[in-house]
């Protein structure tokens, strides 16, 4: 399924220079507006130039100003979620879940999900990179595939992601996860393991981002407002497409061979 205008937009927004950042700026913020302007009424509007909004439709793989108007107008004839006049905490954070979830189950390429758990499969050893607040998902995503008896662990140390990386082979598979995608530790972690001969995918809302252009394949989730501050924003689209990988891989696993593997992992925790 394609990804929606606005959540392209948000997902490129971290790589745009700053006159770039103006024109997406508007158009996440009155994508209703835009459709009924020319290039020149929103140029004037969104206080950029014309040239600035073709390079920006350019990176979100829109070909012209039309094009992208007909694809934002699809967008917007979907109904939304009615928002409440009065919202607590509890409607705040599950609309933004819900929204979030929504967002990728629009644009997720289910034979790549296929492909990505083949891989998997036959890897001899999996690792995950991550930094910062992405590690727990990472953490997370290697004790799962642990416990189907995967050769697996997570790593947050740049160096100790290089000199692992360094030191990896065609069969071996690292999924580096950023949710902005510029993160340049994990960057360079991950190109370090693809030159090395693993296969890598990159877990990000990064439309674009270094991490998206370096690594093998990329696997979407879904980006915020622009303003919304690093320390704010969820993860819950990364957990879900950790949630998502394991699930494909644990399906095409014999049940009996699955069960036996965490059946003997947790006998040491058991009295």
Known sequence: MKKLVTSKIKGLYNSLTEKEKLAAQYIIERPGD????SITELSNWA??????????????????????????????????????ETLDIFDLVFN???????????????????????????????????VGRSFPVALDASL???ALGFSTNAYSDPHMQVIVGSNLEKDDTVIAISHSGVIRDTYKSAQVAKEAGAYTIGITAGVNSPLSRIVNT???????MPEESEFTVSRIGEMFMIELLYNYVSSK???????????EAMKTKKF
């Open 34 to 37: 835009v459709i009924h302007y």
């Open 47 to 84: 206080g950029t130039s014309e040239t600035t909004i073709y390079r920006v439709l350019k990176k979100a793989g829109y070909s012209g100003y039309q094009r992208f108007k007909l694809e934002l107008a699809r967008e917007l004839s979907i109904p939304a979620l009615e928002p409440k």
């Open 96 to 130: 933004k879940t819900i929204n979030s979830l929504s967002d990728i189950q629009s644009q997720i390429d289910k034979n790549k999900i296929n492909q990505i758990s083949d891989i998997i499969l036959k890897s001899k050893k999996l690792l995950f990179y991550a």
């Open 144 to 146: 799962k595939f642990a």
């Open 218 to 224: 990329v696997l979407y989730t879904s980006a915020e």
């Open 253 to 263: 696993m014999s049940l009996e061979k699955k069960e036996s593997r965490i059946s």
